[in-house]
């Protein structure tokens, strides 16, 4: 909370009847395949619905979000789960930044929970966790500054990111742990953008954890919004 200041009013959860979308790919204005390892950076305008599907089964798409008109206004985990109230991101999930503006609502969702606690993964964790022959293995980190640097994201700018169709469980004890088995093939998960917005995504390259199943897949990208 800002000191000494007037706390923000945050706007309501919307409410959702149904966790599934009737959005008809044929009319999608955006329809890319991210391949495994690679990434992705695109603007997504106010009111416009952005979906990725997990192509094969259990991808984590680790993915940044920003306030295009201000790319210091970024996706803030710390904000939105307070704000929510849990710790796992699904339909009604208002994506909240550091300023405690509304940047996105999850408004569908058929893989059921997303990750925003277990970060991006980099060259230099990998080494701490998986040992020193993984140093050159391609991580998330450098796809977000890959594809950043075209409007100016740099280090400065990244922040904890969502891991989409990841499952990190946490524990009885508070603990962390890096699991598989939640999403499937053709599951996907879709915000609507409420205000203009940069994504951000690498879709993740990671081999020594079950995160991508052992196995980085391709994603799709579709997008639906007035041209
Ligand atoms: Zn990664």
């Given at each position: 909370?800002?000191?000494?200041?007037?706390?923000?009013?945050?706007?309501?959860?919307?409410?959702l009847?149904?966790?599934?979308s009737?959005?008809?790919?044929?009319?999608?204005?955006?329809?890319?395949?991210?391949?495994?390892?690679?990434g992705?950076l695109g603007?997504?305008?106010?009111?416009?619905?952005?979906?990725?599907?997990?192509?094969?089964?259990?991808?984590?798409?680790?993915?940044?979000?920003?306030?295009?008109?201000?790319?210091?206004?970024?996706?803030?985990?710390?904000?939105?789960?307070?704000?929510?109230?849990?710790?796992?991101?699904?339909?009604?999930?208002?994506?909240?930044?550091?300023?405690?503006?509304?940047?996105?609502?999850?408004?569908?969702?058929?893989?059921?929970?997303?990750?925003?606690?277990?970060?991006?993964c980099?060259?230099?964790?990998?080494?701490?966790?998986?040992?020193?022959?993984?140093?050159?293995?391609?991580?998330?980190?450098?796809?977000f500054?890959?594809?950043?640097?075209?409007?100016?994201?740099?280090?400065?700018q990244?922040?904890?990111?969502?891991?989409f169709?990841?499952?990190?469980?946490?524990?009885?004890?508070?603990?962390?742990?890096?699991a598989?088995?939640?999403?499937?093939?053709?599951?996907?998960?879709?915000?609507?953008?409420?205000r203009?917005?940069?994504?951000?995504?690498?879709?993740?390259?990671?081999?020594?954890n079950?995160?991508?199943?052992w196995?980085?897949?391709?994603?799709?990208?579709?997008?639906?919004?007035?041209?």
């Amino acid at each position: 909370m800002t000191p000494g200041g007037a706390r923000r009013t945050i706007p309501t959860r919307p409410s959702l009847s149904t966790q599934a979308s009737d959005l008809d790919p044929v009319h999608a204005v955006l329809d890319t395949v991210v391949q495994a390892g690679d990434g992705y950076l695109g603007t997504i305008p106010a009111g416009g619905q952005f979906r990725i599907v997990d192509l094969h089964g259990n991808q984590a798409v680790d993915t940044l979000f920003y306030d295009a008109a201000d790319l210091t206004n970024r996706y803030s985990a710390m904000d939105t789960i307070r704000e929510q109230g849990a710790v796992y991101l699904a339909a009604g999930s208002r994506l909240l930044s550091i300023n405690l503006d509304l940047l996105a609502t999850i408004t569908a969702d058929t893989c059921g929970r997303h990750d925003t606690l277990g970060g991006a993964c980099a060259q230099e964790s990998n080494v701490v966790r998986y040992g020193v022959h993984t140093r050159h293995q391609h991580a998330c980190r450098e796809t977000f500054l890959r594809y950043g640097a075209k409007v100016g994201i740099g280090p400065r700018q990244l922040g904890h990111n969502i891991n989409f169709f990841m499952n990190v469980p946490l524990t009885a004890t508070g603990g962390l742990t890096f699991a598989d088995g939640l999403s499937g093939p053709g599951k996907y998960v879709q915000v609507r953008a409420e205000r203009d917005i940069i994504v951000l995504i690498s879709n993740c390259p990671q081999l020594n954890n079950p995160c991508n199943g052992w196995d980085p897949t391709p994603v799709r990208l579709l997008g639906w919004w007035a041209r």
